[in-house]
Nanobody
């Protein structure tokens, strides 16, 4: 059974940092493009970063967030710095089952191309 487990979220003041982890079991992360998504209350899920045969960042996080992998631990990380209140959301990771290249449309990864969603980890940034 494939399972993704996200962790590392929490409450942080604006300007602070967090590192999110996404641990996968049942598949090898290096075989897929792995995306980080977030969903704020009342908003659609947004694909903000991806690592595969390339890397991708949506404009709103470019220069502040860094995605990386540790293949030995089968884990993908999202280092988030200079956090803003608008970064508040539940953050999820998922695997792209259609391609290993990170592609985006309208500034977001394609949600429908991804699967094996975890329960997410809450990030709250206070002003």
């Amino acid at each position: 059974e494939v399972q993704f487990v996200e962790s590392g979220g929490g409450l942080v003041q604006a300007g602070g940092s967090l590192r999110l982890s996404c641990v996968a079991s049942g598949l090898t992360l290096d075989d897929y493009a792995i995306g980080w998504f977030r969903q704020a209350p009342g908003k659609e899920r947004e694909g903000i970063s991806c690592i595969g045969s390339n890397t991708y960042y949506t404009d709103s996080v470019k220069g502040r967030f860094t995605i990386s992998t540790d293949n030995a631990k089968n884990t993908v990380y999202l280092q988030m710095s200079s956090l803003k209140p608008e970064d508040t959301a539940v953050y999820y990771c998922a695997a792209n089952l259609m391609r290993k290249m990170c592609t985006a449309v309208g500034g977001s990864l394609k949600v429908y191309e991804h699967a094996y969603w975890g329960h997410g980890t809450q990030v709250t940034v206070s002003s």
